[in-house]
């Protein structure tokens, strides 16, 4: 069970340089509020636009910067919080599974 670390995390690091499919690690940090430091290839499939709790890191620095100023980010606010929940909802909780699978059967 992960939700007790992404509960306490402040935020998400995904630094992402191959692969497939969509990032199941950032589609869980919007499910629980939280900023996400990712570079674009952990973005990629995203539905746009993604939630102003993702901070874009594309090489190490940038994720050490980001790191570093992670507490007073801008970004770290309870609105911000909950418009990546709701970001979340829209796009992949269990209702949205539900109508893109209604909407594509014609149910």
Not at 4 to 17: E, G, K
Request: proline residues 7%; contains cysteine.
């Amino acid at each position: 069970d992960v939700a007790p670390y992404y509960q306490s995390a402040v935020a998400v690091i995904c630094p992402i340089f191959r692969g497939a499919g969509i990032n199941t690690k950032a589609v869980e940090t919007f499910a629980y509020g939280k900023m996400v430091l990712a570079n674009s290839f952990a973005l990629r499939g995203l539905p746009q636009p993604l939630p102003p709790t993702v901070l874009r890191c594309e090489d190490d620095q940038d994720f050490i910067w980001t790191l570093a100023h992670l507490e007073d980010n801008p970004r770290n606010t309870q609105q911000f919080s909950q418009e990546a929940r709701a970001y979340y909802e829209r796009f992949f909780s269990e209702t949205a599974k539900l109508k893109a699978y209604q909407d594509l059967l014609g149910v």
